[in-house]
T-cell receptor, first 112, second 111 residues
Framework: DTGVSQDPRHKITKRGQNVTFRCDPI?????LYWYRQTLGQGPEFLTY????????KSRLLSDRFSAERPKGSFSTLEIQRTEQGDSAMYLC??????????FGQGTRLTVV | EDQVTQSPEALRLQEGESSSLNCSYT??????LFWYRQDPGKGPEFLFT???AGEEKEKERLKATLTKKESFLHITAPKPEDSATYLC????????????FGEGTQLTVNP
């Protein structure tokens, strides 16, 4: 399968703990995106990488959130000191240039 | 700020009953309008990209069209397996590479 891969698929964590998600994009895609989706809503943009450079960050991305894409390959999204409001589906997508982005299956985070 | 409004929020059809979903948008300089299909608990699946008014794209029972203010996703003779949430998104000149999504239309096709 050469699609976008996300790990883990599900994560349950206690409030205050740190969590990290991984995304492996389609190999030939130089652009990588993170979105967040809550039930009944469309995905909301969090951040965007072109190769290893993080070029855009949403104001939704508080100081507790950090994303990296070392060497322009896989990416990680870390949430520190999780809060119940962080519970959502975290989606990663990749694209080549301005073409349509292809999404992974997402990581569902539940903060208890 | 880019805005996308989708209607209706939910639509129930009988198998074979054709219909259309609407996506109204406000964007400064459209650089692409995107349609996605999303099944419960899964990530969005890319369907179409439209770039300019008058453009049309087709895939099986789906056809997407675009005007300067809205896009339609026409579903011809739908089948139960077409049941899903359909999402519309736009990218504008001032929004960098981000997509702005609508809240989606939840389509149910009954056999």
């Amino acid at each position: 399968d050469t699609g976008v891969s996300q790990d883990p698929r599900h994560k349950i964590t206690k409030r205050g703990q740190n969590v990290t998600f991984r995304c492996d994009p389609i190999s030939e895609h130089n652009r990588l995106y993170w979105y967040r989706q809550t039930l009944g809503q469309g995905p909301e943009f969090l951040t965007y990488f072109q190769n290893e450079a993080q070029l855009e960050k949403s104001r939704l991305l508080s100081d507790r959130f950090s994303a990296e894409r070392p060497k322009g390959s896989f990416s990680t999204l870390e949430i520190q000191r999780t809060e119940q409001g962080d519970s959502a589906m975290y989606l990663c997508a990749s694209s080549s240039g301005g073409a349509g982005a292809f999404f992974g299956q997402g990581t569902r985070l539940t903060v208890v | 700020e880019d805005q996308v409004t989708q209607s209706p929020e939910a639509l129930r059809l009988q198998e074979g009953e054709s219909s259309s979903l609407n996506c109204s948008y406000t964007v400064s300089g459209l650089r692409g309008l995107f349609w996605y299909r999303q099944d419960p608990g899964k990530g969005p699946e890319f369907l179409f990209t439209l770039y300019s008014a008058g453009e049309e794209k087709e895939k099986e029972r789906l056809k997407a069209t675009l005007t300067k203010k809205e896009s339609f996703l026409h579903i011809t003779a739908p089948k139960p397996e077409d049941s899903a949430t359909y999402l519309c998104a736009v990218r504008g000149e001032t929004s960098g590479s981000r997509l702005t999504f609508g809240e989606g239309t939840q389509l149910t096709v009954n056999p």
